[in-house]
């Protein structure tokens, strides 16, 4: 767990005006075509974008599908979405922390979650009710920064954890019930600048699985309980 537990709803309301401008530093369209391409979507599919900000990407995601609920805790940040994203008739924002989601089991093809995860208090319980919302066959996929020791990030950009392990992205995945895991590193990496100025570039991955359609066989052929 991190030592430390900065405020991230306290931090994203007094940035939120600012967003825009500073997310394109952390995370590009490119980055974000890419993942969305990754979930295989179809146009009457129904998606959730977890710590969905100011809706970089239901951007990307409203055209392609039927419906895209918009998750975020912080009000101010949901106020500039609606603005961002006005022009779509698809889309629903709701504010409500990551980790309980008010959506109902088995009812989405496809769930995001980009940059959200770091400031999760519990990613694996995340990860879980994430899986929860999915249909049989839906997919996860989750793009974040890789473990690093920028620790300043704590402070300045209420950052909970300072990047992850991909093994223990992998082992929360499967201990929230998702298969067929693949996790890749992202097109481009993260370039944060340091309150000196200094570009530091962090490595992002982009991990993708799938809810099982049934329950599986163990290797001895025998259903698991």
Known sequence: MPNHEPNSKKYFAEVAGQWDEMRAGYFTEEM???AIARAGLSASDVVADIGTGTG???????????????IDEAPEMLEIARRNLAGFRNVELIETPGHRLPLPEGSLDAIFANMYLHHAPDPAMALTEMARTLKPGGRLVVTDVDEHDQAWMREAMADLWLGFKQNDVRSWLEAAGIIDINIDCAKGSCCARTESGQSVHIGIFVAVGTKPRSKQLPPDGEMRS
């Open 56 to 70: 970089f990407v239901i951007h990307g995601l409203a055209p392609l599908v039927s419906r895209v609920f918009g």
């Open 32 to 34: 974000r075509n890419d």
